[in-house]
């Protein structure tokens, strides 16, 4: 019986769907059979981040609406034999799927599944509420802006009224040089409005925006330190303790400004 | 038979006011208060409303029955509470009743309960109470507090409250670590500065009304 993890953040942008891509290849990679499902209905991306979107025949509301099988529906990645895609449908909208019916696909997925992950549209309304009916955890993505960090507390405070607890934090698209000068929030600060325990810290990278346009997740490609934090947030996933990369490996070598970070192991 | 309207114009000495039943949605007592006053305005046009008895109002609340009352060219002196003392002019009628709106706004303060709250406030949650309310937890910006009463946070105040919400101008709020995006107690309203020195302070402090704006200072 497999796992569903919903990976949420309120602010749109802010990595939901590239997150949901690079964790998907990655525990795929490890070995793990999983499905990734696209809920952002009208807008879709996960198709296009995966390089998947020539293949599409049927999408999720094709599912729900029993014109298909979910078999019919589930993508193969050529590139990994246990990577599958769930899309969504682009020309409806998140009003053609209700909760129920989402809960229904998520359990039944779960049966020949070791995980689910569902790619959660931005918002609070009917999209977000069809995303989270099934999940069993949730991961809530933010970057380091006041913005986006005030609407994944709303998000944290709804995943609870809606008995999803304990959800785990990723901070994407930091920025190390501009968290030195100070111009930029770091970990220590998000996790003290936030509260919640943090699963991974994924660098802004230029890689990922390649990575995009090419529909090769950024995990493929063996430099991208977003890569290698996608994968050490996959092992956290499976139940390994990674210890969390240090970024500036690549800026400078001196002890003390090592020192000056201070993102916790 | 017609059902008992729940807004009513009563008078007495010092002029009209409004009795409102309690325990009633606030859409429906526009929607009657309304209806009064398509039936009777012409009735009271040019007397004045000097308070109001029964359900207590917040202050937007109020704001609209008086603009809607204005419309039908009714004066709205006030819409508090009527205040016991009465002036004693001329008949004995009046004193008896004094005290029994006495007695019933004591019980009322002594009836309103303190709520807790265990737990972190997080963005978008609002709480409204009538009376105190005691927060074992952060309050996250762009939560909010909305109490008749005195508002206590063990932890980080970093939402926005509002004390006193009633009237009550000896309300306080308290808390741990002070940073309220707004803080408004009873009709005043403040945004408490912004400085180095006070975010890194750990220690708490309590805002309260006196001479005329809202003073905070630190508790030792």
Sequence with gaps: MGESIVITSGKGGVGKTTTTANIGAALAMAGKSVCVIDADIGLRNLDIVLGLENRIVYDIVDVVTGVCRIKQALIKDKRFPNLFLLPAAQTKDKNAVNPDQMKELVEDLKKSHDYILVDCPAGIEQGFKNAIAGAD????????????????????GLLEASDIHDPRLIVNRLRVDMVKRGDMMNVEDIQDILAIDLIGVVPDDEEVVTSTNRGEPAVFRDHALSGMAFLNISKR??????????????????????KAFSFGK | MKKKSPVEFKGNINGLYLTVEENIAIDIIMISLKELLDKSADFYKGSSIVGCTGKHFTYTEKAGIESLISSYDIQVLSLEPLAPKVTPQKLKVEPPQVIEKEVIVEKEIIKSDTEFIYGTLRSGKRIDVAGNVVVFGDVNPGAEIIAGGNIVVLGKLKGFVHAGAYGNEGAVVVANYFAPTQIRISGYISVPPHDEKHENALHTEKAYVSEGIIKIEGIH
């Design chain 1, 137 to 156: 955890r949730a991961i809530v993505v933010t970057t380091p802006e006041i913005s986006a960090v005030r609407d994944a507390d709303r998000i944290i």
């Design chain 1, 237 to 258: 996933i499976m139940g390994e303790e990674v210890d969390f990369l240090e970024f500036d490996v690549q800026e400078s070598f001196f002890e003390k400004l090592k």
